[in-house]
């Protein structure tokens, strides 16, 4: 279970998770989350957790899927003013979270990387990458514009092989933390912390989402981490290929370059595609 005095003591100065909000079991973590923003008096970055998900959400309606207290499942609440403009939102959290996870154990460092536009890996390429977490952007608007915004944020940690949801065709296989450290051979290694995680977690993001975070800056990090950049792909639409080609750069939207055999380019908004590896 995570250590709720540990978490308050470290975050308690903290932009992002001053305020925890933790339950053993939930639907989802997003609802909650959606629903503390708009009770009068929730502060930005407070940080909705849950040792165990038996509705998760991925994008498009899909399920994340964890076994209790192995994974790190948690919502983040963003409310104006947000330093970074909502665009490069998804750019920071994942970069935040890729650096959050390096920083938790050694032998995970360099080992971090990003598929477009929301996946966490881990590995040294897409070749051999496996899928560590996912990031799931939630915006809600009212009269006035952004209302609020909510990051979900699913970290596989200790989950055995035997516990990850089934590879999918073209995509990164799931893997967990712990899982690629044994692998490695660092199965004697210092034993991940999930408390540890998420502290390292929320110091990441308040860095990545503070007015001192550049944007061209945040670009570059997001572009090193994106480890599709370069490779084959097909993107798909509502099950349906609709463009392949190779994957060559992202721009300052967020938006994925790919260009195809014939040299031509198209440009993938996050919200209408998904990445697959040819
Ligand atoms: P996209 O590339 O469009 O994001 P995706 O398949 O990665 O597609 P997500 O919404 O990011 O979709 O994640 C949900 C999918 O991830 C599920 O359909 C399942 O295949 C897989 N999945 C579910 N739980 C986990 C998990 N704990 N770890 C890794 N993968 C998972």
Known sequence: MLNLHRLAHALSDCAIGHTIDYHHTVPSTMPIAHELARQPGTRSGTVVVAEAQTAGRGRQSRRWEAPPAQALLVSVLLQP??????????MAVGVAAAAAIESSQPRLAGHLGLKWPNDLLVGTCMADAGKVGGILMEARFDGGGLAHMVAGIGINVHQHAADLPAPQPGAPPPASLDHFLERQGCGEAAPLDRTALLIALCRSLALHVSPAMNGSELLMRWRQRLWILGEHVCLYER??????????????DGQLVVVNGAGEARRFLA???SVRST
């Open 239 to 252: 099950g349906e290929v609709v463009w392949s080609g190779r994957a060559v750069d992202v721009d300052a």
């Open 271 to 273: 919200g209408d595609v």
């Open 81 to 90: 003013p947000i330093h970074v403009p909502v665009g490069q939102l998804p």
